[in-house]
Structures are given as C-alpha cells and as structure tokens.
C-alpha cells in the first residue's frame, strides 16, 4: 500500500472498492436525520417520504371573480332569452364558495339589472369552483424520501399542512492542507512555496455540494503530525480530504498515514488528472471515510468531482446532482492515453450554426484551463481519443445559451482583446468575447475550419512585407473581410536598465544571451524571423531560440524571473511586469472574419465599441497601441 | 392603469416597459460594489475585471518525481551507451527547480549506480520542469467583469496574487404577502383561509438565486396599509414582491397601490400562468423596481423567473442563470391559447429510446404541479399549441440522466405505487418511479404509444367480468405482460357512521343521495358502470354520476369534507381519510408492460421489491389490499 509507484485502478473498480472498504470499516451509510421547519429545509434531502397532512385547497373556492349562483337557476339562460338571478352573491377569485351556491359566473359575463343578474347562458354545476383537494389531497404521497428539496417543494409540503420536515443533516467535510511549502491564502511567498489555493477551492466545492466544509490548518511533511490532524479530523466529520502527499514523492506520506490511521482502498485511480488519488477510511466511532487529493489544482478539483460529490450525495441519501450535457464537434484531433479516463477541458464556442469544443492546456497544474472551460469532456480508458470533427459529448460548465452568445475569437493573444472582452461585458452582462491564444496562423486555420467568429493576426509575409492579407489571400480566400484592430509596438523586452545594452535584432547572436522565442506560427515570431532573414542572421546562433513560450506576457515573465534575457513582444507586456523595452517595429494586428459575419448581429457590438472614442483612449493608455486605423475594414 | 380589466401585454414588450419605467424612475442599473475576501466571494458577481497580480507557478518547478539534470550533461546518452550523470540534484514533483539545472528525468528511467546516476536517454532543456507562469501569467486578464464566481475562480485568483475582490453585493429582495384570508405558516386555518405559502416560496427563490430575502407581515387588504408597507420595504430593499392583490377583483390593491407609490408600467401579461402580473417602481431614494405578484402558487413561481430573475442578474451585472434544456416528443396533443405565453409543466421519462413530455395539470392553483414536474414547456404566444408526437423543446427542473433512470408507470392511481416508489428510492437513490394518474384505460394507450414503462390497470371488462386482460388483447396485442401488483377491496366510502345506511350499489339511487364519481376510463368508474348494468340501474337516476373526481383519494377528501355522500373506491383511501367503507368487490389490480421490458435492468428493483416479504407486509398493513398474487405473471 505504501509502494512508490501508484496504480492504475480503473475508476468503476475504485468506487466499489473504496464503497466495499467503506462498508467493512463501519463507515455509515447514511447522515443523521433531523427535523426541521419547512422554512430551513430547502437544499436539505427528505430523510423519509413526505405524506400530505390535509388538502389544498381546504374548501371549494372561486376560480374567478364574478358570482356565485345555483346552476340549477340558469337553466334555460341564452343570448335570446337571458335569465335574471336574484339569488347570488359576488365572488372574488379564491374566495370561498358561499354555502347553498354550486357555481361561478365570470364577472364580464354578469349584466347587472335592477332586478338582479341577468345572464345570456345557463352554467353547469360546479364551473369556475375550484375544488378542495384541486392541489393537494389530504394522505397523499407529496414527495418520496431521497429527494433533494427546492423552493416549490417546501411550498407545497406548508399548503399540505407538514411544517417540520425530516431531512438528512449537511455531511461534514474536513479538509487538511498538508506540506512543508503550503501557505495560508494572503501570505508573502519565499522561493519554492505556494499557497493553500487548494483548501479554498475543495471547501467552497463542498459548500456548493450542500455541505458544512471545516479546513484545519496546515499541516507540515510529518507522517506523525499529518496522522494527528487525520485522526482528530476523523472525529467530527463525515468525509476527509487530506491535500497533497497522495503522490510517490520522498515527502508523500498519505497513502502510508491513512493505513496507519485505517485503511487503503485503493492507491492511484486510471484517471487524468487526479491519478495518484487515495481513497480509504480512518478508524474511529464509527469510522470515516478519507480521501487523499493530489495537490495540482485542475486534479484537485477533478478529484472531488469524481470521487467526493458521489459519496457526500450517498451519505444525504440522494442522487448527486448532475451537470448538463450537449455534443459538440471537436475542433481538432485529441489524443489520450489509452488505460487512463481523460477529463479533457474544453472551450466552447457556436459558430457557423454548430457547437465546437476546442481543447483547453491538459496540465493538472493549469487551473485557469478550468476557469476558461465551458466545459469538460471525458474520453474514456478505453479510447484512444478522437480524430478532429468528431462529435463528442461534453458536461457543460457555462449555460449553452450564454455559450451561444459567446463570440469566439481565435489567434493571436492581445490585450486589446482582453480589454475589449471585459468592456463588452461591463456594457451587457449577456455578452461575452472570448479568446483562444493559438497564434495568428492557427487561428487562420481555426476561421478556415468554422471554428471561431473572428481570428487576431499580425502575421508578417517575408516575401512582401506586408501584413495578414497575403496569408488570407493563401489560405482562406474569397467572403473574407479584415478590420484594423489596432497598430503595436514590437520590441524586445528586456530587464529594468537594460542590463545587456542590447540595441536591436543585430545583438541577439551575442553568445552569452539567453532568448526566449514564441511558438511556430504565431506573428511575433514570424516578425523575428523576417528580421533575422533580412540581416542574414542563421536562427541557430541564437541561443534560446528553440524555447518557446505562448503569450506575450510569458515572455515577459521569463524575462522578469530572470529566466531569460529578452524576447520579442509588445511594449504593453514589458510594462505589464515593469520591464524595459528596445522598439523593433509598428505592425497592424486585425481582426479576420467571414463577410457574412460583418452583418452578424451577435459581433455589432463589439464593432461599435471599436468606434468609441474613450475605448481608443483606454487602448492607447496601454502603450504601444495606435488607433490611427482602430476599425478600418481593410480587406 | 386601475382598470378592472388587466391587459395583455406580450412578455417581451413587458419587460422594455418596466426597464423604461425602472431608467426613467431612476432606479439604479446595479446594486453598489463590496470589497470581499476570496474566500467569501464564491456566488458573487465581479464588479471589475480581475488581473493577475503575480504568476503561478511563481518559479520554475520539478513536474515529476526524479532528479534535476544539466540537460547538456546528458548529451549522447543512449540505450546502447548509457552516461553517467554525477551531477544531479533529487527533487518531488512541485519542487522548484535547483539553481544551475536546466531538466528532469523521471525517477523511472533512472539507474542509480555507485558512480552517480546512470540515464539511457539524452534530456532536451527544461524536459519535465512547470515553467514559471504556466498558469497564469502575472498582468493577464484573469476573470472579466460581470462573471459569477464559482470555487474554482476564487482559487485562481488568490494563486495570481489577488486576496480580495471586488464584488456586487447580495440583492436585497423585499416580499410583502397580503390578503385578509393568507395567516403564517403553521396557523391553524379556519374556513376560507389559506396559508402564505407563497411568501416561503419566493424568499427561497430569492436566496437560491444569490439574493438575500425579507419577508414582512401579512398586510390585510387596505390600500393605505399595503401602501405604507410597500413604502417602508422599498427603502431597504433593491426589488418589492407584493403578492396577491394583483388580479382585479374587490379587493385586489396592488395596482392602485403602486401607482400611488410610483409608477406602473404594466398591469397585466400576455403569460399563463402568471398573467395579472404588475410592473412598476416606487419612488424613493434611489426608487426601487416593484414586481405585484399574482397569488395562485404555480403564477408566483413562474412570476419569479421570468420577472424577477432577470431583474435580479442585472443588478449584479450578471447573466441570469438558465436551466438546462433537452428535446422531447410530446405524449398527447397540448392545445394553447393563441396569444399568450403559455407555461406548460411536463413530466419526462425516457421510453423506447426517447424522452417523451407528458403534460400535467395546467391549473395556475396546482402547484404539485410544479412540484412533480421533470420540465417546463414555453409554448410561444404565436402558436397555438402542438399536435401528440411533436418535438418540443424542454427546460429541465431535473436533470436528464436522473429523468433515464426513472421507471415512468401511467395508468390508475393506487397508493401501493406510491409505497414502491418511496422503498425503492429509500435502497437507492438512484432510482426514481414516477406515476401520473390518468385511469386504467389511459395508462394501455400510453403504453401502446410507447409513453410509459409500465401501466397500472385494474379494468373490468363488462362482457367477461375478467380485469384488464381482454382490453390488453384489444388494444396491445402481442408482445405484452401482465404482472398481478395487489387484489385491492373497492366499496362505498361514506362519512363515518354511514350516516345514510347504505349498504351497497342498489342504495345509490336514494334521492337525496349526492355521489361523486370518478372520471371515464378509470377502473373505478368501469367497475360501478358493471355492478349498475348487472342490476339494469339507470347512471343518470344517481344524483352526482356526472360529478368526476381523477383519484381514489380526492374522492375521499369530497366525502370528508362534506361535500358528497358517498363514492366507489379503496379501503386505504377511506382510511386515510378516517371514513367508513362499505365493500362492494375485490378486484385485482396489475401493472402491464412490454415483454421486452421484463429483462430490463431499469425494472429490476421493483421486481424485486416486489418479492419481499417485509414489503409485502407493509402493503397488508395498509388494509383492504391481499398480496396473495403479487409478482405473478398474469400473462
């Protein structure tokens, strides 16, 4: 159980295995019932069924206002020869059927006389009564145990007379953040540690699940000391989630403290990420079940979708609650490791008339793949992923009709975009623009595809010299406009003083330099090898050039951790991290799109907050930026 | 705009009504902004974009187990030619990278010998190391404006850096209930009471949409009191529900109140149910927008979505939250009025490989039609309704792999169903069995149209005197079986002490006699057609034969309540209602289905709920019922 490698348990056979153990070490299978008002219950599961106390409505009422009459009195009533009633008395909806009276007349169809009602046509008994018991019949079932109450159910349960409810108790989750260079939310980072994001994300997931969540403090690599927080954890909680250590590292000690403290179930699940997962229980009265999380955050999440949210909806005795799905066609080719299940993050966007999931970074340390998912794909262990064009089913984290009004850009990262994005938001919460950092060829290609709305490109033709359009021309063809987003300032962005003194591309072959270049395919690096072409430059006596990094602000990250000593960016990124700036070029950075999209309703907005003028301002406060041409459709 | 007739304002115009009458009152666009701690900010919507203030990882790191490498170090290293690598550092996954190394190898591939580290693989550079940023990017746009947070958000940004949002505070919602009939939840009602269920309602509703809710005193119906209330919620308060009051009967103020207070900009709503809906602000500082609620339960809850809840998500600048949809084929033909939204709610069960919608009762009172509800149907305003079998599209209220695993039974009510579905569910909360009560004779044709899995008969052909057997061979043909659930006793249920003496079928014909009936193509009603044809009794000479009722229950509830003397139905009914019972037959009571469906895993539980012993006692327990039979195979 404390092997260095962990295994691959496929996730079915983990549950049942972890289930099973449960269930030998006298974990309980259900949470304690309480009685509660109807008030307090909504959220809560019904811990039995839920029978009607009386009916609803409790006497016959008017359904309308108008009078209530003796059918028997209108007999013979017709547009010809009206009938004149004496005897009534007038109602308003839901008012009770006044005794000796079996009908209701609709108040435009009464014509008052001196005499009385006159009515044109005779009304049969009991219409416009609504009934006792319409509603709710006294004794009837209302609600089976197991079920998870919501507003109109706690409503429906006070009309039928029940107002105090038995309902499971919210499980208690502990989580227990562990590890020599885990701090608390808010601390001054040394080198080499990270915070307790973990603990913060896993408590408000068990909070949204409905639960109490109680977070321990953290925990230092100590097998005693992490067996300690288990067991007093254990105490007082119905679910323990013991973060990090669940690995094969010289400092993972979960797997070995949780058989200590109980026992293993299962040690590493076939699911990616959140592999070295450890599932188990804690000895005690009675015991509890412990789940040891990966410490990378997109597993940690995964993790206490996958294996947590099921058992806390078991211990309520209710189903867990289910995210939405909807197909979507894949937008390029994803591979998977057969064995493994792969929960692949995806974006999704509709354009041309179709759903389209776009892969989103794999890593279990990118946690913003989460946050930018709209949703999440599984492909099973036994698939080896899915060809490009695909239609596959996806679990959504974003409503399909706000994804719907999403407009997809593609391409080359700008902040302009990013500002753009959130002043259109700012403007109509119903819209969002949301953008794919692929570099300006491949989201050409994207555009080519169907993929996307619009696609960024600043991409430099070595042969003309001219920008975007010949790619346009090349790769995509006739219906295609291009609007002028705005003109940059490319540089090489290097650390405060520029300590190298470097001037320009020329100095980038001095051999103690350390570059830091962008990925094929995006127009930086395009613009870097158009420069080093004209000077004659071979790339390989560049060093560095062969690391690449995928955004403007990456490149001015390493450069600013000292991990690199320039890269080719825009000034915008330099100052983003206080760095110095040696200007290369201006270049157009435009927006492609299909003609037909220019008409697009969904895109209008952004066209006119391109034409603002305080927009243009804040663009050009940036730095670096020109709107000279913000707008022009030049192509 | 106090006429005594609402109008019928289309829904869309409606809502540019009262956001005209909400700008031009000077209602604020969005409640004010909070600066909150992450870890309290998870449901609240950003107020402002938030950008990273640092990068995460916040240094280069190790991504696996193993040790750090001068990838240079390693250059020529080969399965066949093996390097020896002296200088190496060990690290775990998470740990930075030791100064001076530029590569991982994974503990796997690494030979550890005396000399040092043996490696049959050359490294490229930074092979296995989480580059600085690989996350989030320090200055990139992390979360736009306007964006709801949900746990994984709140952990990015405390990992950039950012420990405190800014956030649109909780929306404060004032409920005013009124009427001189509504008393608090828990009162003991007298004649022509109801209780303020509608208050609990929507204050749930409120506070499940991420607002905080306040709930005032009844207000009797005086304009000057609900005036005065009105004025003093609206101070505190970012919307005013005033329920009831809203229709245009004697009493019914609130349009009135409203204008008095501010302004009305709609009184009345092309929507059913929900349709005297009033839109309107009070004046104040700042006004306030206020919504007059219609008082049926089912127009309170809709009310609240498709008015409040928009209103509500553009306060906080937020897109409301949508509930997931799925298509389905409509179970029988929904007719509608043309010109009105019309709000229809439907169950769903998925049956020969389709999710079919089956209408419930479309009465604005019924709110256990909410309650039961799997989905809600909007049958636009220019469409008068749908034929059976259509497409439609469907807002889910559960979700849709629940709805697959439902066993969906159509056909007569009994009370044994109700205890199966409440067993099933107690063993595992996975399962649902859902049943709508339509009769015998409409449970066979829903089967037969491929509705439902199984259909519960108990209908006595007048021919043979043999139970629902000859109807199968008429109307199913082959491929059906038929499966005995209970005998059940059928008898007269009367007031107890039997009041009127009747002794059985022959007394129904006493002229004072008031009989309440069930409705055609029950079992009930087929068997009191046979006992009257047997003895050559006339129907029309029973007083009340025309007078229907849809369960065995709300028969019951007519004779508890005074309002009928007598009606057919089961023993457990009258018992549940503490009534006498005078028997007239004992009739067994099957579930039919397709033959297919006898192997279908879905149906296994109930099979074998079916054959317990301890469940079977219970359903004895209930009285009038034998389990002599149940879970034989009739055919």
Known sequence: MNSPF??????AEAHAAWREARAAAGCPARVETIRVPVGEAVGRVTAAPVWAQRSSPAFDSSAMDGIAVRASDTVGASETSPVVVTD?????????????????????????????????????????????????SAAELLLPQGHRLRPVDVAACAAAGVVELAVRRAPVVAIIPTGDEIRPIGSELRPGEILDTNSLMLAAQA???????????????????????????????????????????????????????????????????GHPVVLGTAKGDP?????????????????????????????????????PSTTARLARKLP????????????????????VATPLPRGAGVLTSLVRADGLLLVPAGVEGHHAGSEVRVELLRGLSEINRTIVAIGSHDLVLDLAASALRAADPLITLASSNVGSLGGLVALRDGLCHIAGSH???????????????????????????????????????????????????????????????????????YELNQRGIDPTTIPGYAREEHTHLAVAAAVAAGRADTGLGILAAARAFNLDFVPVAQEPYDLVLRTDDLSNDLLAPLWDLLSRPEFQAEVEALGGYSCAETGRRVR
């Not at 962990?6 to 996730?11: G, L």
């Not at 309520?316 to 609650?321: L, S």
């Not at 063809?477 to 320009?504: C, E, M, S, T, Y």
Request: charged share 25%.
């Open 6 to 11: 962990v295994s691959d348990v496929p996730a």
């Open 88 to 136: 009534f008395e007038v109602v308003d909806t839901g008012d009770p059927l006044p005794p000796g009276y079996d009908a209701v007349v609709m108040r435009e169809h009464v014509h008052r006389t001196a005499e009385g009602a006159e009515l044109h046509a005779a009304v049969p008994p009991y219409q416009h009564v609504r009934s006792i018991g319409e509603d709710i």
């Open 207 to 273: 909070r949204e699940a409905g639960c109490e969540a109680r977070v321990t403090d953290v925990v230092v690599d100590d097998p005693d000391a992490i067996t300690t927080a288990l067991r007093a954890a254990a105490e007082n909680a119905d679910l323990v989630m013991l973060i990090a250590g669940s690995s094969a590292g010289r400092d993972d000690y979960t797997a070995r403290v949780v058989a200590s403290a109980g026992s293993v179930a299962v040690h590493g699940v076939a699911v990616r990420p």
């Open 287 to 323: 015991a509890t079940p412990v789940l040891g999380v990966p410490g990378y955050p997109v597993s940690a999440a995964l993790t206490f979708d996958i294996f947590a949210a099921p058992v806390l909806a078991e211990l309520e005795g209710a189903a867990p609650r289910e995210r």
């Open 336 to 355: 998977s490791a057969f064995g493994m299940d792969d929960w692949v993050r995806v974006r999704l966007g509709r354009a041309q008339d179709q759903v």
């Open 459 to 529: 991409l430099l033709d070595p042969a003309t010299g001219e920008y975007t359009l010949p790619y346009v021309d090349k790769l995509l063809g006739d219906g295609i406009a291009v609007i002028r987003l705005v003109h940059r300032d490319q540089g090489l962005i290097v650390a405060p003083g520029n300590p190298l003194g470097l001037k320009g591309i020329d100095d980038l072959t001095q051999p103690d330099l350390r570059y830091v270049n962008r990925q094929r395919g995006a127009g930086t690096r395009a613009l870097l090898d």
